[in-house]
């Protein structure tokens, strides 16, 4: 399917929306190749007459209303062909509009005075066609539209038997065989549609007594085709797109493109890797020059620099801050592995607070822990919906906790928890809402480091298994999160590296002496990954 200037009105990614994206060794290329020590000052100093390792920026300069188009022509056949490229559930899904709207109402009465006009033209004596007429050549130029270029016999029959001339000349003559004509279409759809498609075509076959309830079935079935043939060339152009990378070099060409009408393109990304470079400077103490006492600024390598702004995209604030441009496109799966993330270290906490308070009469029993999570995980279902009380949810959490855990210390021999205890639990439950909870606190911090070491390990599948302790209780849905995560961070790396390299290249300049040349060993000196 050409990436041309329109997008199917209406498109659907299922519910995954996370990428399936598998994560290659192409990932550490430009800024994803090798570690921080391997990166010499000369590989952000030399030249390169390549495009896409050397991205370059116009002038600013006032973009005209055809600038402007086309920039949003390139942003959205980007968006497409990123989607189609991670994504793969993404296909064309009809237009629904809610039952009750206004929109809705409109259209159903539009549609229900059409096919009322066409049912009393039918009905006059003698018949009028003009309505059927006007169907019949629409439902032509769907019928060509479905052919491929070589079907010329098809074609040519198509053309002959619905010959609009032809059959306006027979409907003035009353000649006209409107339910021979219907038949020929659907015989024509059946021999187009696809396999799935079959049971419509033969529901078709079966109500041809009312000839406008078998047009408007006609319209609804080719309504279909048209989804199913867009599905199916969005799956060979994910094959195209997939191999030999070229859904890598279309959208850094796109980009690249985007970025020489509108060099403002690259501002949000700047900042994001600013603020990480920042960061790591802030907590990087100087270094000692060996013999004459003095301080040398240590600059952080490009490698980290990267990884530390990827780290941020999973505490990303998207009420404050706009993501940077080179992820807008994935941004509805970042918001959703952050908010999977988020509910996951609640869940934990949870279950660490439990586990703590009572101790020994619950330990070993993996299907109480099972229960605890999966009851915890239920009630906070949704809680990052504007409407969701965290509060009161972890409030029902803490009351239903104490009724499964008096129920199996009873079963146990056990005695119930008692008031006072119960009080407690709940009381450190609804706490973790605190920022300052040291329990919240300690399951953030694992998180995060667990997540550093997975995306700065050459081989994260590995490291992925190696959940920090604290937070076994989790570790299916965190290793799950997290691959999801590198896919999607890898395959950014890939496409965008060049611009990153460009990015932090002047960021480690601007930030290194203010001689003239940066220190000798500035980028072989970084510091390393934990």
């Not at 997540?451 to 992925?464: E, G, T």
Request: with cysteine.
């Amino acid at each position: 399917m050409p990436l041309n200037r329109e997008r199917p009105a209406s498109t659907s990614s299922g519910n995954d929306q996370g990428s399936d994206v598998e994560s290659s060794s192409e990932g550490r290329d430009n800024l994803t190749s090798g570690s921080d020590q391997e990166c010499s000052r000369d590989s952000f100093t030399s030249d390169s007459s390549s495009k896409h390792c050397t991205p370059s920026s116009s002038p600013p300069k006032t973009l005209t209303m055809d600038e402007v188009i086309d920039c949003a022509r390139d942003l959205s056949n980007l968006s497409l062909a990123h989607e189609i490229a991670v994504n793969p559930s993404f296909h064309l899904e009809r237009n629904s509009l809610p039952h009750n709207s206004l929109w809705k109402l409109v259209r159903d009465t539009v549609h229900k005075a059409f096919w009322d006009i066409l049912e009393s033209e039918l009905n006059d004596d003698p018949p009028e066609y003009g309505q059927a007429i006007t169907l019949l050549g629409e439902i032509r130029e769907t019928l060509l539209s479905f052919l491929n270029p070589g079907a010329n016999r098809m074609r040519t029959q198509i053309m002959e038997v619905l010959d609009m001339d032809l059959i306006q000349q027979q409907a003035d003559n009353d000649a006209v065989d409107i339910h021979g004509l219907a038949a020929y279409v659907i015989t024509t759809m059946e021999k187009l549609c696809a396999p799935i498609r079959e049971e419509d075509i033969r529901k078709l076959r079966e109500n041809t007594s009312n000839i406008v309830t078998m047009f408007r079935e006609i319209f609804r079935v080719l309504d279909l085709m048209k989804a199913d043939i867009v599905d199916h060339e969005i799956r060979n152009l994910r094959l195209v797109l997939h191999s030999g990378g070229t859904a890598v070099e279309y959208e850094r060409a796109t980009f690249q493109d985007v970025l020489d009408k509108m060099p403002s393109a690259l501002d949000h990304t700047t900042t994001w890797i600013k603020s990480a470079l920042e960061l790591l400077l802030t907590n990087i103490a100087p270094e000692q020059t060996e013999g004459q006492g003095k301080e040398q600024k240590v600059i952080p390598g490009p490698f980290q620099i990267l990884n530390t702004a990827f780290l941020t995209i999973l505490r990303w604030d998207y009420n404050v801050a706009q993501l940077p441009e080179t992820l807008m496109a994935d941004e509805v799966r970042l918001r959703e592995i952050q908010q999977k993330l988020q509910q996951c270290q609640v869940v934990n906490e949870v279950l660490l607070i439990v586990y703590n308070t009572i101790g020994g009469p619950i330990q070993g029993l993996p299907s109480l822990s099972d229960r605890l999570k999966r009851m915890t995980s239920v009630l906070l279902d949704g809680m990052h919906n504007h409407n969701f009380n965290l509060d009161e949810a972890l409030q029902g959490v803490s009351a239903q906790i104490c009724c499964e855990l008096n129920k199996t210390l009873t079963e146990r021999s056990y005695t119930s928890l008692t008031p006072e205890l119960q009080a407690i639990l709940k009381g450190q439950i609804c706490s973790i809402t605190q920022k300052t909870n040291p329990i919240r606190t300690l399951v953030e911090d694992r998180v995060q480091h667990f997540f550093k070491a997975v995306i700065s390990d050459p081989k994260p599948q590995l490291k992925i298994e190696q959940v920090p302790a604290g937070l076994t209780a989790i570790k299916p849905e965190l290793t799950s999160i997290a691959a999801k995560f590198i896919a999607l961070i890898n395959y950014n790396r890939i496409v965008y590296g060049p611009f990153y390299a460009d990015i932090i290249k002047k960021l480690i300049f601007r930030s290194s002496s203010p001689a003239a040349d940066p220190p000798q060993d500035t980028a072989q000196e970084a510091v390393p990954f934990n």
